[in-house]
């Protein structure tokens, strides 16, 4: 079973940077691909990044060229590292890990998900 932790959420202007962390406990995730995703409020949840086992990583269109996704097997955790926010990138963020082909942003690629951390950015 793993579980995960989100961390680094939190309130910025536009053109402002967060870098969040997602720990995981009770199982090593290095085999295992990790994402981020993110959730407004009666919408779909819309996968951000994602970064497989071998480092191979991917993006949402919208956040290409602004966020970087990085993982530290050694200490379990992966990170993404956002720049340049803008006001549509408020939501909700979740970590997520699972067994699958590639950097998938595919909600359903995923077995494990932490609780989230709340990203608002004012413009």
């Known amino acids: 079973q793993v579980h995960l932790v989100e961390s680094g959420g939190g309130s910025v202007q536009a053109g402002g940077s967060l870098t969040l962390t997602c720990v995981a406990t009770g199982s090593s995730v290095s085999s295992y691909c990790l994402a981020w995703f993110r959730q407004v409020p009666g919408q779909e949840r819309e996968g951000v990044a994602a970064i497989d086992s071998d480092g191979s990583s991917g993006y949402a269109d919208s956040v290409k060229g602004r966020f970087t996704i990085s993982r530290d097997n050694a200490k379990n955790t992966v990170v993404l590292q956002m720049n340049s926010l803008q006001p549509e990138d408020t939501a909700m963020y979740y970590c997520?890990?699972?067994?699958?082909?590639?950097?998938?942003?595919?909600?359903?690629?995923?077995?494990?998900w932490g609780q989230g951390t709340q990203v608002t950015v004012s413009s």
């Open positions: 997520a890990a699972g067994n699958t082909n590639g950097a998938s942003l595919s909600a359903s690629s995923y077995k494990y």
